[in-house]
């Protein structure tokens, strides 16, 4: 994850990006495996 802070500039006085510091994601528990849809006949060929 990045931290940015806006700032503004003292010459033009437009508003900048100023990166403060970045931290680690941790990573997400895996995800539950899915099962197949029951109807594995896709959506446009449906009746």
Same mark, same amino acid.
């Given at each position: 994850? !990045?931290?940015?802070?806006? *700032?503004?500039? @003292?010459?033009?006085?437009? !508003?900048?990006?100023?990166?403060?510091?970045? $931290? *680690? *994601?941790? $990573? =997400? =528990?895996?995800? +539950?495996? $899915?099962? =197949? +849809? +029951?109807?594995? @006949?896709? =959506?446009? *060929?449906?009746?």
């Amino acid at each position: 994850m !990045i931290h940015v802070k806006c *700032k503004k500039r @003292t010459d033009t006085g437009e !508003i900048t990006n100023e990166l403060k510091g970045f $931290t *680690k *994601k941790e $990573t =997400p =528990p895996p995800a +539950a495996p $899915t099962s =197949p +849809a +029951a109807n594995s @006949t896709p =959506p446009w *060929k449906r009746s």
